[in-house]
C-alpha cells in the first residue's frame, strides 16, 4: 500500500531535511510541482528520501521487519523503530530525530560506542562453572526455568528504552540503563548459568542498578512491548535477598547429556 509523503523534518548531525506538502499530496520544488509516493511505513518515507532527493542523508537499516532494531529513533518525540512506525495519514507534520542523548555520528546514525561497552561489561554469554567441552554436550532447562527468560530473550538491542530514561541521560557513565540490565537479568535467571552471585556482585553500587527510579519509561518505549522496569524491579530485589538466595534447582541444572 502506497503512501504520498506528508511533512516530515529529519534533524540530527549536520542534516536538517525538511519535505513540504502542497494540496493533494504535491511536493512544490521551485515552480515544479512532483509526485512522491512510498510505502506505508516511515522507513520507507527514509528510503525514498535517501533514493530519490538526498544521497546523503545518513540512517540505518536492515530486516525492515522491527526484528534487528538497527533503524530505532525518535518519532514525533517517541522512541521507536523506523520499519514498523506507520505514516500519519492526516496533514499533521512528522518530525524525526536521532534518539535523544546520545552523540550523532551523522543525522539519525547515533553513536552506540558507550551502550555496547556497557553491554560486555554484563558478560553477555552463558558462564559455568563445571568443566565441560564447549559444543559436546548441551543442558537441560526445566519448562518452569525456561519460562523464566520469557520476556527478555525478545529484547533486540534497539536501545529505545535506555534513550527514553532521564537518568540514563544523565548518568549514561555509569547507570546501565534498561536495556543492558534487563539483559543482566536474562543471565542471572537463567538456571543454566553459574556465576549468579558474581553477577549480582557487580550492582552493589549507588549508579548501576539503583538510578532507575520506576517511571516506567523504558516499558512504554519497547517497540516489542516487554518490561524493562520489571526486570530491575526483580534485580533489585534479587540483589537485597542474595545473602539467603538458594541454590539453583540442580536436579534440572547443569544436568548434561551427550
Given amino acids: 500500500m502506497l503512501r504520498a509523503l506528508t511533512k516530515i523534518t529529519v534533524t540530527g548531525g549536520t542534516c536538517r531535511f525538511f519535505i513540504a506538502q502542497a ?10 510541482l512532483y509526485y512522491y509516493y512510498c510505502g506505508p511505513m516511515v522507513l520507507d518515507a527514509l528510503i525514498k528520501i535517501k533514493n530519490e532527493l538526498d544521497p546523503t542523508l545518513a540512517f540505518r537499516r536492515s530486516c ?29 507534520p512528522l518530525k524525526i530525530h536521532p534518539l535523544p542523548h546520545m552523540y550523532v555520528i551523522k543525522d539519525l546514525v547515533p553513536d552506540f560506542t558507550n551502550f555496547y561497552m556497557q553491554y560486555k561489561m554484563i558478560e553477555p554469554y552463558l558462564k559455568r562453572k563445571t568443566p565441560t ?3 559436546d554436550k548441551q543442558l537441560f532447562q526445566s519448562v518452569e526455568d525456561r519460562k523464566k527468560l520469557d520476556g527478555t530473550y525478545e529484547c533486540i538491542l534497539c536501545t529505545c528504552c535506555s534513550t527514553s530514561y532521564p537518568s540514563y541521560w544523565w548518568n549514561a557513565d555509569k547507570y546501565l540503563g534498561p536495556a543492558v540490565l534487563m539483559q543482566a537479568y536474562k543471565w542471572i535467571v537463567d538456571s543454566r548459568d553459574e556465576y549468579t552471585k558474581e553477577r549480582l556482585e557487580q550492582f552493589r553500587d549507588p549508579f548501576t542498578l539503583y538510578r532507575c527510579h520506576t517511571i516506567m519509561n523504558c516499558t512504554e518505549a519497547c517497540p516489542k512491548g516487554l518490561n524493562p ?7 533489585k530485589v534479587l540483589l537485597a535477598n542474595m545473602g539467603t538466595m538458594p541454590s539453583k534447582n540442580l536436579s534440572t541444572v547443569g544436568t548434561e547429556y551427550k
Fill in 133 to 135: 567441552s564447549i559444543g
Fill in 64 to 92: 525492515r521487519e522491527g526484528i534487528c532494531g538497527s533503524c530505532s529513533m525518535n518519532i514525533d518525540d517517541r522512541n521507536t523503530l523506523a520499519c514498523i512506525c506507520k505514516i500519519d495519514d492526516s496533514n499533521k
Fill in 23 to 32: 494540496c493533494s499530496y504535491l511536493f512544490m520544488c521551485s515552480e515544479y
Fill in 229 to 235: 522496569g520489571k526486570a530491575i524491579g526483580e534485580l
